[in-house]
């Protein structure tokens, strides 16, 4: 407890069982707690997948519409290989994202606990976030130059 809430006195007004209700919610709060850095991990987990699976989709539909013995400039082929490499770059964000993340703490000190619990969901949303938006602006640029190679011949 921090000094100011130890300096603060309790004051207990009316005493009363939980209501089933009351239980329940309580059931569901330990849950979301309890979830929270596993599923934060999980979805960092299943993106790593996703963003590697992405690069193969990618390339195999630019081997399908693009002709055999095309030949891009340096401007266009930057512009081709930019989705496969942001997908690179956010599987490696999600990567750091999925990391199990050191921290000291007392499990008998309660602020510790909370404070290394807000710790870790800060540290993994950062990277969700960060990897989201690279996937998200390759999976655009991918439809981009997909939509803009369908006709070349």
Same mark, same amino acid.
């Given at each position: ?26 059931? &569901? ?35 399908? &519409? ?61 990277? &969700? ?25």
């Amino acid at each position: 407890m921090s000094k100011t809430a130890a300096k603060k006195a309790i004051e207990v007004q009316e005493v009363s069982l939980l209501s089933a209700h009351s239980e329940a919610l309580i059931e &569901i709060g330990k849950g979301i707690v309890k979830d929270s850095v596993t599923t934060a991990r999980e979805f960092c987990k299943s993106m790593i997948s996703t963003s590697t699976g992405a690069i193969p989709i990618y390339l195999g539909i630019l081997t399908f &519409i693009l002709p055999n013995k095309f030949e891009l400039g340096v401007p266009a082929g930057v512009t081709v290989a930019a989705p496969a490499v942001g997908f690179l770059i956010a599987a490696i964000i999600f990567t750091f994202g999925y990391l199990p993340l050191a921290d000291k703490f007392s499990l008998d000190i309660i602020e510790e606990i909370q404070n290394a619990l807000e710790k870790n969901l800060a540290y993994r949303k950062r990277f &969700i976030w960060y990897g989201l938006g690279v996937f998200i602006v390759s999976t655009l640029l991918a439809i981009y130059v997909i939509v803009i190679n369908i006709g070349v011949k």
